[in-house]
């Protein structure tokens, strides 16, 4: 079985803030070091340049050590969509897609992650650090009640 062969992983979660602020989280790089943390990463090194073509780069430090991720941004669509490649070791150093889209309901946001492309045995993993993220984003955003510039 190839990456392409794989089912999308697919991360939902229903966000107590307005969407407006949970997209300008992901394309806040002091912010986003706060909450891309899953599993038991103590902090994040991370370096963005939020544009259609811009890359980022994030650095997961954990008990064991580092996890490099990086990629490039393909779509930035205030305030509903974000589309970016995303490589590491985890995924054989190949790039993977991710999608994350932002759906108002109400003064909410329903937070829709899709992650392509991965290799097979990396999907479980992927799911519990996506759940982990998006969970720490949340609540993240209720803590500090300000809105990225």
């Given at each position: 079985m190839t990456p392409a062969d794989v089912d999308p992983l697919v991360v939902r979660r229903v966000l107590r803030v307005p969407r407006e602020r949970v997209f300008a989280a992901w394309l806040d790089a002091a912010l986003m070091a706060r909450w891309m943390c899953?599993?038991?990463?103590?902090?994040?090194t991370v370096e963005l340049d939020p544009?259609?073509?811009?890359?980022?780069?994030?650095?997961?430090?954990?008990?064991?050590?580092?996890?490099?991720?990086w990629g490039e941004y393909l779509a930035i669509e205030p305030p509903s969509r974000l589309s970016f490649t995303w490589i590491s070791a985890s995924t054989e150093r190949r790039p993977t897609v991710v999608t994350v889209e932002l759906f108002a309901r109400g003064a909410d946001t329903e937070l829709v992650?899709?992650?392509?492309?991965?290799?097979?045995?990396?999907?479980?993993?992927?799911?519990?650090?996506?759940?982990?993220i998006v969970a720490k984003l949340d609540a993240t955003l209720a803590r500090t009640g300000r809105v990225p510039p």
């Open positions: 899953p599993g038991d990463t103590r902090s994040a544009r259609v073509g811009g890359k980022f780069r994030i650095v997961m430090h954990h008990g064991r050590g580092e996890a490099e991720h992650l899709t992650h392509r492309r991965l290799p097979p045995d990396q999907v479980e993993a992927h799911r519990g650090g996506w759940s982990d």
